[in-house]
């Protein structure tokens, strides 16, 4: 039988956390859950205890790319078959979950990304998130040479060709974006399918407006150097088996 673990990177996510837990146990209960804690200031590890996830407490705080980075490694770690990321905020609906990853099951990707923009939710998110995400898909679909329309997403499945790809390296800084160009780069398959996006349950989003246009600026321009000075620009994929650092 498959193992399948569902990561929750959480930052004072004490607010919503124990019931998006709830809400993924009662969709695959048969499923693992662990919450790395990022060094959270509330009670984020508390209540997910409480709730019966494991938790892994980072002694600092490293952003959503060091939390995720340590939930696949300990996924590949613990031999998981199976990956997904949500969000503690409350923002994705765990009903969906199987929209991500009978996909993967099925062999149709490497990993799945729920997309919030491949149909009409209703869900508007801040004006400055919105354009970036617009800025992120036209510099990510130039380059992997497909239409993405969700970049940004926290809420993805894996198999375990991904599991072992991302636990050796993976974005620090806004990581969702370069992480679809280091799929593309070691040769996995990817897509998205359609996903409802909610409004968050408690806390702050950590990218403010400012951030949104600093980001906008760094990530794209990131992602074009990186590929240059990696010489990838025309070359062979990466082979994902090779466990190599970046």
């Keep these: 039988m498959s193992r399948v673990l569902v990561i929750l990177p959480a930052f004072n996510e004490e607010a919503s956390v124990a ?4 809400e ?34 980072l002694p600092v705080n490293l952003g959503i790319g060091g939390a995720m980075q340590t939930g696949y490694r300990f996924a590949a770690e613990k031999g998981y078959d199976f990956a997904l990321q949500v969000d503690a905020d409350g923002q994705h609906d765990p009903k969906e979950i199987p929209l991500l990853l009978n996909p993967v099951l099925e062999g149709k990707a490497d990993i799945v990304i729920g997309s919030r923009y491949l149909s009409e939710t209703g869900y508007r998110s801040p004006v400055m998130r919105r354009i970036g995400s617009w800025v992120f898909s036209l510099a990510v679909s130039a380059i992997v040479g497909k239409r993405i329309t969700d970049t940004t997403s926290g809420f993805r499945a ?25 799929l593309h780069r070691a040769g996995l398959k990817f897509m998205e399918v359609p996903v409802q996006m909610q409004p968050r349950v ?21 992602i074009f150097i990186g590929l240059f000075r990696a010489g990838k620009v025309g070359h062979p994929p990466d082979d994902p088996s090779m466990g190599e650092q970046p």
């Design 202 to 222: 408690g806390g702050d989003s950590s990218i403010s407006s400012l951030k949104a246009v600093y980001y906008m600026i760094k990530v794209p321009l990131a």
């Design 158 to 182: 894996a198999n375990q060709r991904v599991i072992r790809f991302y636990a050796e390296r993976y974005p620090q800084d806004y990581p969702e974006v370069e992480a679809v160009v280091m």
């Design 19 to 22: 019931n998006v837990l709830q």
């Design 24 to 57: 993924v146990r009662a969709v695959l209960p048969e499923a693992d859950r662990i919450v790395v804690n990022d060094c959270s200031l509330d009670r984020t590890s508390d209540v997910a205890r409480r709730a019966g996830a494991m938790v892994l407490d």
